[in-house]
């Protein structure tokens, strides 16, 4: 276990507040590094990802940088764009 992993297990336990909030916030944040990896594994800038969305570059950037904040019919969009289908699991 890595430094890091042992952190977030202690805190998770000590702070029910931290713990609430962490698994949703880190899914949020690994739905951005997702698509931003796609996006430059094509070769794409923000703005043309955008354009093929039929969105501004300021969604895009948004959902890389605060995927929270954004509905998931927008990220079904650029999962289209990139030909791969988004699965959502429930605990």
Do not use: C, N, W
């Not at 297990?9 to 713990?19: H, L, Q, S, V, Y």
């Not at 916030?25 to 093929?52: D, S, V, W």
């Not at 998931?72 to 289908?85: I, N, R």
């Amino acid at each position: 276990m890595s430094d890091l992993e042992k952190y977030v297990t202690g805190r998770k336990k000590r702070d029910t507040e931290f713990a609430s909030g962490y698994d949703s916030g880190y899914e949020a944040f690994k739905f951005g590094a997702i698509l931003k990896e796609l996006r430059l594994e094509k070769g794409m800038t923000q703005e043309e990802l955008a354009q093929k969305m039929h969105t501004r570059r300021t969604i895009v950037s948004r959902m890389e940088t605060h995927p929270a904040d954004i509905r998931l019919s927008t990220f079904a969009k650029a999962a289209d764009v990139f030909g791969k289908k988004m699965k959502i699991g429930m605990i």
